[in-house]
């Protein structure tokens, strides 16, 4: 998971933006994605010191003993833990910048849902004042998202972009540089791996951890039962609730489409909710242009083709929609005063 650009960078001047994701963390400069890594930490229990961050620390998640405590620091797209999520903030950062007292960040642009409180604002921008930087700038992650996938935020006429995150789904439309119409719902990725894990204790049994469904959906999950180029079907390996013992089942894409109905069809209303409110001009706008689907949980297998065909407009998902986001905030880095306007 982890992609980097170039080695350590040692310059005492020098700015990068951030996409504290619910399950991933992106690190980018002005140009470049420099690290991606997921959103866990693991402490040593004995003196709380960090013992493992990102790839490392989800090796271990589920499979620790009792003298490591990991620590997964963001829930519903905001921090939960915020000791947990400072120092793994920091550990990320480090992976590509020395981060010593003499060498000061000129600037941090960081993502936030748009649906976050004052509060949970606060507390991002508390964590990342350990860098010292001389100007710390929030970024709506829906504008983010746009300014990555090419769309100009500035004009006009108005785009829904869909976001579908680890913790949440936000769905909203922009205009002239805002955000006309918005709801935020807190059905996404995680959703779907807690109704994977949920049906197989109750339908087959099998007591399977969270890594295990989270790989289920990545290998076989599918929002429609008829998909072009299924995936095979995977063997899952987990314990017997009656016995105890470990067994395996086999499962497939089609099963786990309708095990994720409930919550897509949650989605589904929610989006068809914002369509209902939006004026009219917007809703024209919108007709002609299509919706756009971004985040990481938007490369669920079939899920354009699935709103496309209950929705009515056409779907566009973009090409890397784990990394818009990060890409957009990396585009408002290269040139803050151009997107002064929707900088917090």
């Not at 992106?26 to 690290?35: E, G, K, N, S, W």
């Not at 997921?38 to 709380?48: H, K, L």
């Not at 099998?206 to 076989?220: D, F, M, N, P, R």
């Not at 919108?286 to 407009?313: D, M, N, V």
């Amino acid at each position: 998971m982890i992609k980097l650009s170039g080695m350590l960078n040692y310059s005492f001047s020098r700015s990068f933006a951030l996409d504290l994701g619910n399950n991933n963390t992106v690190v980018t400069d002005d140009q470049h994605i420099l690290v991606s890594q997921p959103s866990y930490i693991v402490f040593d229990e004995a003196n709380s010191a960090v013992k493992a961050v990102g790839d490392a620390a989800y090796d271990i998640f589920e499979k620790n003993h009792s003298k490591l405590r990991p620590v997964k620091p963001m829930h519903w797209g905001v921090i939960a833990d915020y000791d947990s999520a400072a120092k793994m903030i920091r550990r990320i950062v480090s992976s590509v910048y020395q981060t010593h007292w003499f060498s000061k960040f000129d600037r941090i642009v960081c993502g936030v849902p748009f649906a976050t409180t004052a509060v949970e604002r606060q507390a991002l921008v508390d964590s990342l004042d350990q860098f010292g930087a001389r100007k710390t700038n929030l970024l709506f992650e829906p504008l983010a998202a746009a300014i990555g996938m090419r769309l100009n935020i500035r004009e006009p006429e108005g785009k829904m972009v869909i976001d579908i995150g680890g913790g949440i789904t936000e769905i909203v439309i922009i205009s002239l540089s805002g955000i006309a119409v918005f709801q935020s719902i807190k059905t996404a990725g995680d959703s779907f791996t807690e109704e994977i894990k949920d049906y197989f204790r109750q339908v087959h049994q099998l007591s399977i951890g969270w890594k295990t469904a989270e790989k289920i959906k990545l290998q076989v999950g599918a929002a429609l039962v008829d998909i072009d180029n299924p995936p095979p079907p995977v063997t899952v390996s987990g314990k017997d609730i009656r016995e105890g013992l470990p067994v395996q089942r086999m499962v497939d894409h089609r099963e786990i489409a309708r095990v994720l109905e409930k919550s897509l069809a949650t989605i589904e209303r929610s989006i068809i909710n914002v369509l209902e409110v939006c004026p009219p001009e917007l809703a024209a706008d919108i007709y002609e242009s299509g919706i756009h689907l971004t985040g990481g949980s938007a490369l669920l297998r079939g899920l354009p083709e699935r709103l496309q065909r209950s929705i009515q407009l056409p779907v566009h998902r973009d090409a890397e929609p784990l990394l818009a986001v990060g890409k957009g905030i990396s585009e408002v880095l290269r040139d803050p005063k151009h997107y002064r306007s929707i900088l917090i």
